[in-house]
T-cell receptor, first 113, second 111 residues
Framework: DAGITQSPRYKITETGRQVTLMCHQT?????MFWYRQDLGHGLRLIYY???????DKGEVPDGYVVSRSKTENFPLTLESATRSQTSVYFC????????????FGPGTRLTVL | KNEVEQSPQNLTAQEGEFITINCSYS?????LHWLQQHPGGGIVSLFM???GKKKHGRLIATINIQEKHSSLHITASHPRDSAVYIC?????????????FGKGTHLIIQP
């Protein structure tokens, strides 16, 4: 199906474990983004990618790793999960930056125990 | 870090009322977005504007660049409009850092 998807939708893990959140888009958008959403904060940018093999840090990158070997996929890895990484994670994509709509995935609710 | 301020944080209104949600920002922007997040969590882009006014159905978004302020209006509000409305801005010269988001306005429309 066309659009942007995330998997899993829900994940419970334990402190110290590695977790990978997947994001896939079918529009061939060049830009992809990972955000986290927490109570009391707006959405905050973790990492973004301007194209395959080009990634850069956002506002809150510590503890996260990304890769983008293919245009359509942008996985986010928590190398050693911590309780502070309990959050809802949204992936988004867009054809450009300024003046362009971002399309959001459905989100992944991650709980770190 | 440049802030995006939204008001009110919470708003409860009766069906049919005219709703206004406000957004202010601190420096020059290239675009402002209004997003809607339903209770299920999904986020949808409602408007993107850099000047003037846009209308889509019962929703109207305006922006005043000089005053660094935008408003989202909902006419003839309906319970299905209940959602969190998020303002986000792309600051001029901000490069590829994505959007800066407000904390959202939680709107409840009671029947």
């Amino acid at each position: 199906d066309a659009g942007i998807t995330q998997s899993p939708r829900y994940k419970i893990t334990e402190t110290g474990r590695q977790v990978t959140l997947m994001c896939h888009q079918t529009w061939s958008h060049s830009y992809m983004f990972w955000y986290r959403q927490d109570l009391g904060h707006g959405l905050r940018l973790i990492y973004y990618s301007a194209a395959a093999d080009i990634t850069d840090k956002g506002e809150v990158p510590d503890g996260y790793v990304v890769s983008r070997s293919k245009t359509e996929n942008f996985p986010l890895t928590l190398e050693s999960a911590t309780r502070s990484q309990t959050s809802v994670y949204f992936c988004a994509s867009s054809a450009g930056l300024a003046g362009v709509t971002q399309y959001f995935g459905p989100g992944t609710r991650l709980t770190v125990l | 870090k440049n802030e995006v301020e939204q008001s009110p944080q919470n708003l409860t209104a009766q069906e049919g009322e005219f709703i206004t949600i406000n957004c202010s920002y601190s420096v020059g922007i290239s675009a402002l977005h209004w997003l809607q997040q339903h209770p299920g969590g999904g986020i949808v882009s409602l408007f993107m504007l850099s000047s003037g006014k846009k209308k889509h159905g019962r929703l109207i978004a305006t922006i005043n660049i000089q005053e660094k302020h935008s408003s989202l209006h909902i006419t003839a509000s309906h319970p299905r409009d209940s959602a969190v409305y998020i303002c986000a801005v792309m600051y001029s010269g901000g490069g590829a850092d994505g959007l800066t988001f407000g904390k959202g306005t939680h709107l409840i429309i009671q029947p």
